[in-house]
Protein backbone atom coordinates (compact mmCIF):
# COMPACT_ATOMS: atom_id res chain seq x y z
CA UNK A 1 0.00 0.00 0.00
CA UNK A 2 1.12 3.99 -0.67
CA UNK A 3 2.97 4.88 2.19
CA UNK A 4 1.69 8.46 2.76
CA UNK A 5 -1.89 6.67 2.20
CA UNK A 6 -1.11 3.74 4.93
CA UNK A 7 0.21 6.69 7.26
CA UNK A 8 -3.19 8.70 6.97
CA UNK A 9 -5.23 5.82 7.27
CA UNK A 10 -3.57 4.63 10.67
CA UNK A 11 -3.41 7.13 12.56
CA UNK A 12 -7.78 7.09 12.43
CA UNK A 13 -7.11 3.36 13.12
CA UNK A 14 -5.16 4.07 15.86
CA UNK A 15 -7.89 6.52 17.27
CA UNK A 16 -10.79 4.15 16.37
CA UNK A 17 -9.35 1.52 18.49
CA UNK A 18 -9.49 3.92 21.95
CA UNK A 19 -12.54 5.79 20.44
CA UNK A 20 -15.02 3.78 22.81
CA UNK A 21 -12.19 2.47 25.72
CA UNK A 22 -8.97 3.79 26.47
CA UNK A 23 -7.00 1.26 25.59
CA UNK A 24 -2.88 0.31 25.69
CA UNK A 25 -0.38 -0.41 23.06
CA UNK A 26 -0.06 -4.10 21.81
CA UNK A 27 -3.97 -3.92 22.63
CA UNK A 28 -4.08 -1.69 19.88
CA UNK A 29 -2.05 -3.24 17.32
CA UNK A 30 -4.09 -6.16 18.09
CA UNK A 31 -7.57 -4.46 17.56
CA UNK A 32 -6.06 -3.07 14.44
CA UNK A 33 -4.05 -5.91 12.74
CA UNK A 34 -6.93 -7.86 10.97
CA UNK A 35 -7.30 -4.63 9.14
CA UNK A 36 -4.07 -3.32 8.54
CA UNK A 37 -0.71 -4.59 9.15
CA UNK A 38 1.10 -1.75 11.71
CA UNK A 39 4.61 -2.47 13.59
CA UNK A 40 5.39 -1.48 17.08
CA UNK A 41 7.78 1.78 16.04
CA UNK A 42 4.89 2.91 13.74
CA UNK A 43 2.65 2.76 16.85
CA UNK A 44 5.26 4.37 18.69
CA UNK A 45 5.22 7.48 16.14
CA UNK A 46 1.55 7.85 15.66
CA UNK A 47 0.94 7.62 19.18
CA UNK A 48 3.57 10.68 19.77
CA UNK A 49 1.32 12.41 16.84
CA UNK A 50 -1.69 12.13 18.07
CA UNK A 51 -0.75 13.47 21.15
CA UNK A 52 1.08 16.48 19.94
CA UNK A 53 -1.83 17.09 17.88
CA UNK A 54 -3.98 17.23 21.40
CA UNK A 55 -6.21 14.35 19.73
CA UNK A 56 -5.16 11.77 22.60
CA UNK A 57 -4.11 11.87 25.95
CA UNK A 58 -1.80 9.58 27.95
CA UNK A 59 -1.65 8.18 31.76
CA UNK A 60 -0.37 5.51 33.82
CA UNK A 61 -2.22 2.42 35.41
CA UNK A 62 -0.24 0.22 37.61
CA UNK A 63 -0.79 -3.60 36.13
CA UNK A 64 0.79 -6.33 37.69
CA UNK A 65 3.87 -4.37 39.59
CA UNK A 66 4.31 -2.02 36.78
CA UNK A 67 2.95 0.54 35.02
CA UNK A 68 1.19 0.57 31.75
CA UNK A 69 0.49 3.39 29.82
CA UNK A 70 -2.92 3.88 28.49
CA UNK A 71 -4.34 6.21 25.90
CA UNK A 72 -7.84 7.89 25.87
CA UNK A 73 -8.96 9.71 22.66
CA UNK A 74 -9.93 13.40 22.87
CA UNK A 75 -13.06 15.74 21.35
CA UNK A 76 -10.42 16.53 18.60
CA UNK A 77 -9.45 12.83 18.29
CA UNK A 78 -13.36 11.81 17.73
CA UNK A 79 -13.64 15.00 15.36
CA UNK A 80 -10.92 13.50 13.29
CA UNK A 81 -12.86 10.25 12.94
CA UNK A 82 -15.34 11.99 11.51
CA UNK A 83 -13.44 13.99 8.63
CA UNK A 84 -12.17 10.48 8.03
CA UNK A 85 -15.86 8.81 7.53
CA UNK A 86 -16.93 12.16 5.63
CA UNK A 87 -13.84 12.11 3.30
CA UNK A 88 -13.85 8.26 2.66
CA UNK A 89 -17.81 8.69 1.50
CA UNK A 90 -16.57 9.95 -1.30
CA UNK A 91 -13.48 7.96 -1.94
CA UNK A 92 -16.18 4.68 -1.86
CA UNK A 93 -18.15 6.91 -4.81
CA UNK A 94 -15.01 7.23 -6.69
CA UNK A 95 -14.44 3.43 -6.58
CA UNK A 96 -17.56 2.48 -7.55
CA UNK A 97 -16.83 4.41 -10.71
CA UNK A 98 -13.14 2.99 -10.87
CA UNK A 99 -14.39 -0.23 -10.59
CA UNK A 100 -17.60 -0.40 -12.56
CA UNK A 101 -15.43 1.05 -15.45
CA UNK A 102 -12.96 -1.69 -15.09
CA UNK A 103 -15.55 -4.49 -15.48
CA UNK A 104 -16.27 -3.10 -18.79
CA UNK A 105 -13.00 -3.06 -20.28
CA UNK B 1 17.03 -13.41 22.75
CA UNK B 2 15.88 -11.92 25.98
CA UNK B 3 14.26 -8.78 27.14
CA UNK B 4 16.25 -7.32 28.93
CA UNK B 5 19.55 -8.30 25.76
CA UNK B 6 16.92 -6.66 23.05
CA UNK B 7 16.55 -3.60 25.45
CA UNK B 8 20.00 -3.19 26.46
CA UNK B 9 21.55 -3.14 22.56
CA UNK B 10 18.86 -0.89 21.69
CA UNK B 11 19.84 1.16 24.40
CA UNK B 12 23.13 0.76 22.85
CA UNK B 13 21.63 1.89 19.00
CA UNK B 14 19.98 5.01 20.46
CA UNK B 15 23.27 6.47 21.98
CA UNK B 16 22.90 9.35 19.32
CA UNK B 17 19.42 10.11 20.83
CA UNK B 18 19.08 12.75 23.55
CA UNK B 19 18.40 10.49 26.88
CA UNK B 20 15.18 11.16 27.62
CA UNK B 21 14.29 10.40 24.10
CA UNK B 22 15.69 7.09 24.12
CA UNK B 23 14.70 6.33 27.47
CA UNK B 24 11.40 6.96 26.21
CA UNK B 25 11.49 4.93 23.31
CA UNK B 26 12.91 1.92 25.55
CA UNK B 27 10.12 2.00 28.07
CA UNK B 28 7.56 1.73 24.97
CA UNK B 29 9.15 -1.46 24.06
CA UNK B 30 9.94 -3.12 27.29
CA UNK B 31 5.91 -2.21 28.26
CA UNK B 32 5.38 -3.61 24.86
CA UNK B 33 7.34 -6.92 25.43
CA UNK B 34 5.58 -7.55 28.75
CA UNK B 35 2.39 -7.18 27.22
CA UNK B 36 3.17 -9.60 24.51
CA UNK B 37 4.11 -11.58 27.16
CA UNK B 38 1.06 -11.98 29.17
CA UNK B 39 -0.93 -12.27 25.94
CA UNK B 40 0.51 -15.90 25.95
CA UNK B 41 3.75 -15.74 24.07
CA UNK B 42 7.07 -16.68 25.59
CA UNK B 43 9.96 -14.20 26.11
CA UNK B 44 12.02 -14.99 23.32
CA UNK B 45 8.54 -14.97 21.12
CA UNK B 46 7.77 -11.19 21.87
CA UNK B 47 11.33 -9.95 21.66
CA UNK B 48 11.56 -11.58 17.95
CA UNK B 49 7.82 -10.10 17.18
CA UNK B 50 9.20 -6.54 18.12
CA UNK B 51 12.14 -7.45 15.63
CA UNK B 52 15.51 -7.07 15.14
CA UNK B 53 17.47 -4.22 17.42
CA UNK B 54 19.21 -2.82 14.43
CA UNK B 55 15.99 -2.38 12.60
CA UNK B 56 13.81 -0.81 15.19
CA UNK B 57 16.53 1.62 16.49
CA UNK B 58 17.20 2.65 12.78
CA UNK B 59 14.02 3.76 12.35
CA UNK B 60 13.78 5.20 15.22
CA UNK B 61 16.89 7.23 14.35
CA UNK B 62 15.45 8.33 10.57
CA UNK B 63 12.32 9.44 12.21
CA UNK B 64 14.19 11.83 14.80
CA UNK B 65 14.87 15.78 13.66
CA UNK B 66 18.05 16.52 12.38
CA UNK B 67 18.70 19.08 14.94
CA UNK B 68 17.95 16.73 18.02
CA UNK B 69 21.29 14.10 16.81
CA UNK B 70 23.26 17.00 15.90
CA UNK B 71 22.58 18.48 19.46
CA UNK B 72 23.43 15.10 20.94
CA UNK B 73 26.76 14.87 19.04
CA UNK B 74 27.97 18.20 20.52
CA UNK B 75 27.09 17.21 23.80
CA UNK B 76 29.16 14.03 23.23
CA UNK B 77 31.88 16.15 21.92
CA UNK B 78 32.36 18.75 24.52
CA UNK B 79 32.09 15.46 27.15
CA UNK B 80 34.83 13.78 25.73
CA UNK B 81 38.00 13.97 27.47
CA UNK B 82 39.84 11.18 26.80
CA UNK B 83 43.51 11.82 27.22
CA UNK B 84 45.18 15.72 28.12
CA UNK B 85 46.83 15.70 24.52
CA UNK B 86 43.62 15.32 22.53
CA UNK B 87 42.16 18.17 25.12
CA UNK B 88 45.52 20.30 24.59
CA UNK B 89 45.13 19.88 20.89
CA UNK B 90 41.75 21.22 20.39
CA UNK B 91 42.69 24.14 22.67
CA UNK B 92 45.29 24.97 20.80
CA UNK B 93 43.74 24.42 17.65
CA UNK B 94 40.55 26.81 18.64
CA UNK B 95 41.65 29.67 16.66
CA UNK B 96 41.74 27.74 13.62
CA UNK B 97 38.93 25.49 13.69
CA UNK B 98 36.39 27.59 15.63
CA UNK B 99 36.12 30.71 12.75
CA UNK B 100 35.86 27.93 10.43
CA UNK B 101 32.98 26.67 11.64
CA UNK B 102 31.72 29.95 12.46
CA UNK B 103 31.81 30.68 9.13
CA UNK B 104 30.96 27.63 7.88
CA UNK B 105 27.65 28.63 9.72
CA UNK B 106 27.55 31.72 8.29
CA UNK B 107 27.99 31.03 4.88
CA UNK B 108 24.54 28.86 4.94
CA UNK B 109 22.92 31.09 7.05
CA UNK B 110 23.19 34.00 4.60
CA UNK B 111 22.40 31.94 1.64
CA UNK B 112 19.56 31.21 3.32
CA UNK B 113 19.14 34.49 4.36
CA UNK B 114 19.46 35.70 0.78
CA UNK B 115 17.21 32.81 -0.66
CA UNK B 116 14.04 34.98 1.05
CA UNK B 117 15.49 37.96 0.07
CA UNK B 118 15.06 36.62 -3.51
CA UNK B 119 11.69 35.47 -2.34
CA UNK B 120 10.43 38.88 -0.71
CA UNK B 121 12.14 41.06 -4.35
CA UNK B 122 9.93 38.61 -6.24
CA UNK B 123 6.82 39.39 -4.54
CA UNK B 124 7.53 43.28 -4.63
CA UNK B 125 7.86 43.05 -8.21
CA UNK B 126 4.59 40.76 -8.29
CA UNK B 127 2.95 43.84 -7.10
CA UNK B 128 5.06 46.46 -9.19
CA UNK B 129 4.24 44.80 -12.34
CA UNK B 130 0.56 44.36 -11.27
CA UNK B 131 -0.32 48.20 -10.52
CA UNK B 132 1.55 49.52 -13.59
CA UNK B 133 -0.71 46.52 -15.27
CA UNK B 134 -3.66 48.87 -13.43
CA UNK B 135 -1.93 51.78 -14.56
CA UNK B 136 -1.97 50.81 -18.19
CA UNK B 137 -5.70 49.81 -18.40
CA UNK B 138 -6.37 53.51 -16.66
CA UNK B 139 -4.03 55.03 -19.41
CA UNK B 140 -6.13 53.07 -22.16
CA UNK B 141 -9.09 54.13 -20.90
CA UNK B 142 -8.19 57.32 -21.09
CA UNK B 143 -7.03 57.22 -24.66
CA UNK B 144 -9.62 55.74 -26.08
CA UNK B 145 -11.80 58.09 -24.32
CA UNK B 146 -9.79 61.33 -25.89
CA UNK B 147 -10.61 58.99 -29.45
CA UNK B 148 -6.48 57.87 -30.01
CA UNK B 149 -8.10 53.52 -30.25
CA UNK B 150 -4.33 53.26 -31.82
CA UNK B 151 -2.62 54.05 -27.99
CA UNK B 152 -5.57 52.17 -26.35
CA UNK B 153 -4.98 49.15 -28.14
CA UNK B 154 -1.11 49.55 -27.75
CA UNK B 155 -1.84 50.55 -23.51
CA UNK B 156 -4.51 47.48 -23.29
CA UNK B 157 -1.73 44.77 -24.83
CA UNK B 158 1.19 46.31 -22.16
CA UNK B 159 -1.39 45.65 -19.29
CA UNK B 160 -2.13 42.17 -20.60
CA UNK B 161 1.92 41.51 -20.69
CA UNK B 162 2.28 43.06 -17.49
CA UNK B 163 -0.28 41.22 -15.65
CA UNK B 164 1.14 38.26 -17.67
CA UNK B 165 4.63 38.87 -15.82
CA UNK B 166 3.13 39.48 -12.77
CA UNK B 167 0.96 36.18 -12.74
CA UNK B 168 3.76 33.96 -13.80
CA UNK B 169 6.86 35.37 -10.86
CA UNK B 170 3.78 35.27 -8.65
CA UNK B 171 3.90 31.20 -9.36
CA UNK B 172 7.70 31.77 -8.94
CA UNK B 173 8.04 32.91 -5.60
CA UNK B 174 5.23 30.54 -4.57
CA UNK B 175 7.51 27.70 -6.00
CA UNK B 176 10.44 29.45 -3.66
CA UNK B 177 8.92 29.84 -0.61
CA UNK B 178 7.59 26.42 -0.52
CA UNK B 179 11.27 25.16 -0.84
CA UNK B 180 12.76 27.36 1.04
CA UNK B 181 9.98 26.01 4.20
CA UNK B 182 10.83 22.52 3.21
CA UNK B 183 14.71 23.41 4.10
CA UNK B 184 13.60 24.70 7.52
CA UNK B 185 11.34 21.46 8.07
CA UNK B 186 13.82 19.36 7.29
CA UNK B 187 16.51 20.75 9.97
CA UNK B 188 13.53 21.23 12.58
CA UNK B 189 11.34 17.71 11.93
CA UNK B 190 12.42 14.39 10.99
CA UNK B 191 12.50 12.92 7.25
CA UNK B 192 9.12 11.30 8.00
CA UNK B 193 8.35 8.13 7.56
Redesign the interface.
Known amino acids: MD ?1 QLK ?1 GLLDVCVLTAIKNEDS ?4 II ?1 DVSPYIKM ?4 L ?2 ILKRLEEANMLTVYSVEH ?1 G ?4 YYRITNAGRGRIEDFKDEWKQVMQIYKFVAEESIND | MTKNEFLSELEKKLSVLPKNDAKD ?1 IL ?2 S ?2 I ?3 M ?2 GKTEEEAVLE ?2 DADN ?1 SA ?2 IK ?1 TPLYKIAKEKVKKVAKNNDGAVKTTLIILGFPIWFPLIISAFAVVFSLYVSLWAVIISLFASVLAFAVSSIGCVVMSVYTFIIGNSWAGIVFISFALILIGFSIFIFYLAKLLTKFAIYLVKKVFMGKG ?1
Open positions: IRYGYKKSESTYTGRLRK | HFYEMDDIEDIGVQIEE
